[in-house]
C-alpha cells in the first residue's frame, strides 16, 4: 500500500492542472514555478476543489474516487493544511485559532498547546488576534493550528516562507521529528531545494 | 411664499378636509368647476395633521374639519378668519355588522350590545382622540352600555378603519357613521343611536386667515348653498341647517 | 415623571418590540443567508416579499396581515386551530406587526455582513474537521455579528417606531396593543395633547438611545482585540 | 391599465422618491463614514440623531418636520429667504419627508460596508502617492459599492412606502404631493376603492422589484470579476 | 550626503523597536527575527506609523523629523513600497493594480507597464482580479506597482518570499538593474543571505 495514490486533474480558468503521484515515502515536495498548480492541487486533496477526474488516497484511505462515486467531505479527510496564505480566523485569539481543530483530533495527538507554542516561539501572542501579529507570526501559528488538530496527514503550502533562519531551522526540525516519530503523510510544497532535500524522500514538479 | 397655491400651476383654493369627506367634496368640486371656476385642490388627512399645517403657516386657504375641537383651537388662535366659520354638514351615527348577518338591536337606553358581540370586540375610532370614537363613547355612555363594553372595543386609527374591522369579519360589530356605512356594501346598519345621545355631529368650514385666492370665499359659500347641500345630502350627510337649530 | 398609564404604555412597547425582534431574528438571518449565498429561481421573488413591508404604506400591510393572520384569514385560522394563537386585539398581533415591519432592515443588514465575510474563512474550518454547521456556528455566525448587532438596532427602533401596520392590525387597545406609537397618535389627535406626545417621544428616544448605547458598547468590545497601533 | 390620475400619482411617486434618494445619498455616506471611522464625543448622539426618523411614528416626524421646515419654521424661513425653498403642499416637500425617513436605513447600510473595508488598503494607496481624498474615491467608495447599492435598494424602497410624515407635514395635494401611499391612503376613503387600493400597492411593488432587480445586477456584474472556483 | 539617515524608535504595544542606520549605500538589507520589528520600521519610512521620536531622512530629504516637528503623509514620501501582506486592491483589475500609482510618479519612470509586465511574467493576468491569483502572482504584482508608481526610493519587505528560484533569479536581476542604473535608495527585508549579499552594500540587524 503506498502512502500517496494521487491521480487528478484540476480545472482552473484557462488551464488543466495534473498530478500523478504513486509514493511510499512519507513526505513528497511538489515544486514548480509560480502559478503552476501547486496550491490548486492541495486543495483538491483537501477537499475545498473538486477534480474534473480522478482518484485520491492517502495512507490507503481513499478521499476521493470519480469512478466509484467516492468525494470525502472537507472535514471527513482529516487532514492538517497550513494555507499558503495562513487564512487564521480574524475574531479568535491566537490561542482559540490554535485550538480549533482539537476537538476533531483524528490521528494521534502529534504535540499540545503548551508543548507546540513553545517550539514555535508563539507562547507570547496567545491571547493576541491575528491582525495584530506580524508576518512570520502568523504564519507559525498557521503551522501550529495544523498540527494541533490532530491530522492524518498534512498538507504545507510553504509553510517556512517569510520566516527566518533560526525560526526555519527549529520548524524544520519539528517536521522532521513528526515525520520520524508518527510517520505522518506530507505533501509539501517549497521553492527551496535545501528544504525539499532534507525532509522530502521524493519531490514531483509540476 | 411658493406654496401650492400660488405657483399658477393649480389656479383653484387649497381646500384642507377631513378624510371622510372625500367623495362628497370630490364632487361638489367637480359641480363647482363645471360652473366655469377653477377647480379646488383638495387634500384629505387627518382633521389633527390638517389644523396643524395651518398653525405652521402652510398656504391653505380653507379647512373643513371632522371635529369641532380642531376649528376651536384654530380659532382662539388667530389662524381662521372671522366670520368665516360655519357648519357645512352633519352625521349620524350607526351600529353596524356585516352584511350576511341577521341581526337587528336597536341602540335604546340599556340595550344588551355586550351580549350581541358573542365574545368578539366592537370596532369604534379611537374614543379618546378621533371624533368617531368620541360620538360612540359619548352615545354608549348615555345609553349605560359603556361600562358593559369598555373592554371589548377595538379602538382604530380612524373611522374607515374602523368600518374594515368590520367589512373583515375581524369584530363582529362596530360604530360608525351613517356616510361610511352606507358606502361599504359589506356592512349593513344594525341600527342608528338616536340623535340626543351624542353631541350633534357637525363638519366646520373655515376660511384660513392668511387664504389669499381669489375663488375660495365663493367656493366655500357655494358648499353652503342649496345646490352644495345637494351634493352631500347625496353621500348621506344631514343638512348644514339641522346643527344650526341645535 | 410618568403617569401609571403611561408606564404600562412603556411597558407593553417594550415587551412588543422585545419579543417582536427575539422572534424574527432568525428568520432574517436565515432568509439573509439564503439571499447572500445561494442562487436559485426565484430568489427575487423572495428578495421582493422581504422588502414587501418596506415598500407599502405600512396601514396596507397591516391590512393584509388582517387579511391573513386575522381570525377569518386563512394563517389565521390556521395558528388558531393548531396552537390557540390568536393575533388579532392582542398584544401578538403588535408583535407580529413589528416583526413584520422590522424584517426587512434586519435581513439587508445581516445579509451585508455575510456577503463581506471571505469564505476562505470557512473552507479552513471545514478542514479543521468542522461540518457545515460547526463551521458556521464557529466562523460565519461571529464574522456575521456586525450586522446581527445593526440589525438589532435597527429592527429594535423600527419596531419600537411602529404605528400603521399595529392600528390597523391590532388595533389601539390601552393595556394589549397601545404601544408607544400609538399613544403618540392618540395624544396627537386631540387639541393641546402635545406635551404628552413631547413626553412619550422623549421615552421612545431614550429606548432606542439605550438600545444604541449598548450595541456600540458590544461593538467596540468585539473590535477591541483586532484594534492596529497604525496612523492610517 | 392605469386611469391618468394614477399615472400622475407613479410618476410623482418616482420623481420624490428619485430626488430623495440622490439628494440624501452623499449625506448619508459621509454620516456613515464619519460613524465608522471617527470616534468623537457626541458621537453617540449624531447617532441618536440619525435613528430618531426610525423610532418616532412617522406621524412625529412629519409634524417635527413641519415646525422646523414649515412656512414658520426656522429652517424653513431660512431656506425661503435664501434659496426661495418652500416644502409645504409642495412635491419638495414630499421629498424631504422620504429622505429623512430613509436616512437611518441608508446610513446603516453604507456604515456596515464601510467598517468591513480593511484600512490597509486605504495606507496602501497613500504609499502609492494618492491623497487622503483621492483614497477615499479610488479605495474606500469603490470597496463600500455593497453597502452603498443596498442604501439605494432600502432607500428607495422606503421612500416609496413613506406615508405618515408626507401627509403630516406636505399633505394630500393631488399632483404635487399625493404620492402612491397618500394615493392608495386616498383610495381607501373611497366605497369600494379596494380595486383601486390593490392597483396602486401592485404598482408600488413593481417600482421596488424593479429597484431590486437592477441592483441585484448591479450587484452580480461588481462581483463577477472576483468569482472563486472553489467548491466551498 | 548619506543616502539613508535613519534614527527612530517605534513603538508596538509592549516594545519598542529602534532604529539607527546611516548609509551611503543605494541598498540596505534589513534582517532580523520574525516579530522583531523589521515591517514597523518600513512603515515608520512610509509614514504609516508615527515614530515615537527621532529623524528620518532618505537621499537628503527630510520625512520625519521630531525636533523640527516635519512629519511628510505617506503620499507625500514618494515610496515605492512592497507589503509583506500585498494588499492588492481587490475591486482592481491587475492592470489597474498595476497603475495605480502611475499618475502620481516622482521619481524617474523605472519602467513601463508593459515592460514591467514582461519581466515579472504577469502579462497574461493584466484582466483579472487579486482574488483569483496564485500566492506567487500576487507578490509579483505587488512588487511591479510599487515599480510603477515611480518611486523616490523602494521599500521592499520580502518581495520574494514564495517565488520559485527561476522567477526569484529573474526579479533579482531587475532589482539590481534598477540599482545599479537609477541608484535608487532601497530598504530590502529578506530572511535570505544569498539575496542580501548579492544586492546590498550594506545590512543591519534589528
Ligand atoms: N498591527 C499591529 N498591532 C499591534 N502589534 C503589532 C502589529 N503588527 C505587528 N505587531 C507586533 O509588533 C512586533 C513587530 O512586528 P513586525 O511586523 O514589525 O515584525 P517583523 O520583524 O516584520 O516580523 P516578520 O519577519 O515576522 O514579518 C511583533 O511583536 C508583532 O506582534
Ligand atoms: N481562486 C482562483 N480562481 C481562478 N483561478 C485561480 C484561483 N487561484 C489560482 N488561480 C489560477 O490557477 C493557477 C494555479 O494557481 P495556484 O495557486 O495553484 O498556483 P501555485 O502553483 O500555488 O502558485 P504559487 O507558487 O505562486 O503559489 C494560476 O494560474 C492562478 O492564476
Ligand atoms: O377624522 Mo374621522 O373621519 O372623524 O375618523
Ligand atoms: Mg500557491
Ligand atoms: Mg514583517
Redesign the interface.
Known amino acids: 500500500m503506498s502512502v500517496f495514490d494521487i491521480d487528478i486533474t484540476v480545472?482552473?480558468?484557462g488551464r488543466r492542472i495534473a498530478l500523478s503521484l504513486q509514493a511510499d515515502e512519507s513526505v513528497v515536495a511538489i515544486?514548480?514555478?509560480?502559478?503552476i498548480g501547486?496550491?490548486s492541487v492541495l486543495?483538491a486533496i483537501?477537499?475545498?476543489?473538486?477534480p474534473l477526474e480522478g482518484r485520491i488516497a492517502v495512507a490507503g484511505r481513499v478521499l476521493f474516487d470519480r469512478a466509484s462515486g467516492i468525494d470525502l467531505?472537507?472535514?471527513e479527510?482529516?487532514?492538517?493544511?497550513v494555507?499558503?496564505?495562513s487564512?487564521l480566523?480574524?475574531?479568535l485569539?491566537v490561542e482559540q485559532n490554535l485550538t480549533?481543530?482539537l476537538?476533531?483530533?483524528?490521528g494521534e495527538a502529534l504535540t499540545t498547546l503548551a508543548e507546540c507554542a513553545d517550539l514555535l516561539?508563539i507562547a507570547h501572542l496567545l491571547a493576541?488576534?491575528p491582525?495584530?501579529?506580524?508576518?512570520?507570526?502568523t504564519?507559525?501559528i498557521a503551522i501550529g493550528?495544523a498540527l494541533l488538530?490532530g491530522p492524518r496527514f498534512l498538507l504545507l503550502?510553504?509553510p517556512l516562507?517569510?520566516?527566518?533562519?533560526?525560526?526555519?531551522e527549529g520548524i524544520l526540525q519539528v517536521i522532521e521529528r513528526i515525520r520520524d516519530r508518527f510517520a505522518l503523510p506530507m505533501l509539501y510544497v517549497s521553492?527551496n531545494?535545501e528544504e525539499v532535500r532534507r525532509l522530502a524522500g521524493k519531490a514531483v514538479a509540476l | 411664499s411658493g406654496g401650492a397655491s400660488d405657483d399658477g400651476k393649480h389656479g383653484g383654493p387649497v381646500v384642507l378636509a377631513a378624510a371622510s369627506m372625500h367623495d362628497a367634496l370630490e364632487e361638489a368640486a367637480d359641480e363647482w368647476a363645471g360652473q366655469g371656476h377653477a377647480r379646488p385642490v383638495l387634500s384629505f388627512a387627518a382633521s389633527s395633521a390638517m389644523a396643524r399645517q395651518i398653525e405652521a403657516g402652510a398656504p391653505a386657504d380653507m379647512f373643513v374639519s371632522a371635529d369641532e375641537a380642531w376649528m376651536d383651537e384654530l380659532e382662539e388662535g388667530g389662524f381662521i378668519r372671522d366670520g368665516s366659520r360655519a357648519v357645512m354638514a352633519t352625521n349620524a351615527l350607526v351600529l353596524i355588522g356585516p352584511s350576511d348577518g341577521s341581526l337587528t338591536l336597536d341602540p335604546v337606553s340599556g340595550f344588551d350590545l355586550a351580549d350581541a358581540l358573542h365574545g368578539g370586540r366592537l370596532a369604534v375610532a379611537e374614543t379618546e382622540s378621533v371624533p368617531a370614537g368620541r360620538y360612540a363613547k359619548a352615545a354608549l355612555s348615555q345609553l349605560g352600555v359603556w361600562d358593559s363594553v369598555k373592554d371589548r372595543l377595538a379602538p382604530a386609527e380612524n373611522v374607515r378603519a374602523a368600518l374594515l374591522l368590520v367589512a373583515r369579519g375581524a369584530a363582529p360589530l362596530g360604530v360608525t357613521y351613517a356616510t361610511d356605512a352606507a358606502s361599504e356594501p359589506r356592512v349593513r346598519v344594525v341600527g342608528t343611536f338616536p340623535a340626543h345621545s351624542h353631541p350633534a355631529i357637525r363638519y366646520p368650514v373655515a376660511m384660513v386667515a392668511t387664504s389669499k385666492a381669489a375663488e375660495a370665499a365663493d367656493f366655500r359659500d357655494y358648499l353652503l348653498s342649496d345646490a352644495g347641500q345637494a351634493v352631500l345630502a347625496g353621500h348621506g350627510f344631514g343638512p348644514a341647517e339641522q346643527a344650526a337649530h341645535d | 415623571m410618568l403617569s401609571p398609564t403611561e408606564w404600562q404604555i412603556v411597558a407593553l412597547s417594550l415587551k412588543v418590540s422585545v419579543v417582536a425582534i427575539a422572534c424574527v431574528l432568525p428568520l432574517a438571518f436565515a432568509l439573509a443567508w439564503v439571499l447572500a449565498r445561494k442562487r436559485f429561481p426565484g430568489m427575487l421573488l423572495l428578495d421582493a416579499l422581504v422588502h414587501l413591508p418596506l415598500v407599502l404604506p405600512p396601514v396596507v400591510t397591516g391590512w393584509l396581515l388582517l387579511l391573513s393572520f386575522g381570525p377569518r384569514g386563512p394563517v389565521g385560522r390556521l395558528l388558531n386551530d393548531a396552537f390557540g394563537l390568536a393575533f388579532s386585539f392582542h398584544w401578538t398581533g403588535a408583535a407580529l406587526a413589528a416583526a413584520v415591519m422590522a424584517l426587512p432592515l434586519m435581513v439587508r443588514a445581516i445579509r451585508l455582513s455575510i456577503e463581506a465575510i471571505d469564505t476562505r474563512l470557512e473552507s479552513a474550518a471545514r478542514t479543521l474537521g468542522a461540518g457545515p454547521w460547526e463551521a458556521f456556528r464557529r466562523v460565519t455566525l461571529p464574522l456575521a455579528a456586525p450586522g446581527v448587532l445593526a440589525a438589532l438596532v435597527l429592527g429594535f427602533a423600527r419596531s419600537i417606531g411602529e404605528f400603521g401596520a399595529t392600528i390597523t392590525f391590532a388595533a389601539n387597545i390601552p393595556g394589549e396593543t397601545r404601544t408607544l406609537p400609538l399613544g403618540i397618535y392618540t395624544a396627537l389627535q386631540v387639541p393641546g395633547g402635545e406635551t404628552q406626545v413631547t413626553r412619550l417621544a422623549l421615552v421612545s428616544v431614550a429606548l432606542s438611545l439605550g438600545a444604541l448605547v449598548v450595541s456600540e458598547w458590544l461593538a467596540r468590545r468585539g473590535a477591541a482585540g483586532e484594534r492596529k497601533g497604525h496612523v492610517l
Do not use: I, V
Not at chain 1, 515544486?31 to 502559478?35: Q, V
Open positions: 480545472k482552473r480558468p515544486t514548480g514555478p509560480s502559478g501547486k496550491t486543495d483537501a477537499g475545498l476543489l473538486r467531505k472537507p472535514e479527510r482529516g487532514c492538517g493544511y494555507f499558503q496564505d487564512r480566523f480574524p475574531h485569539t480549533f481543530g476537538r476533531h483530533a483524528e516561539g493576541r488576534r491582525r495584530a501579529l506580524s508576518g512570520g507570526e504564519r507559525r493550528r488538530r503550502d510553504e516562507a517569510s520566516l527566518d533562519d533560526d525560526r526555519r521553492h531545494p
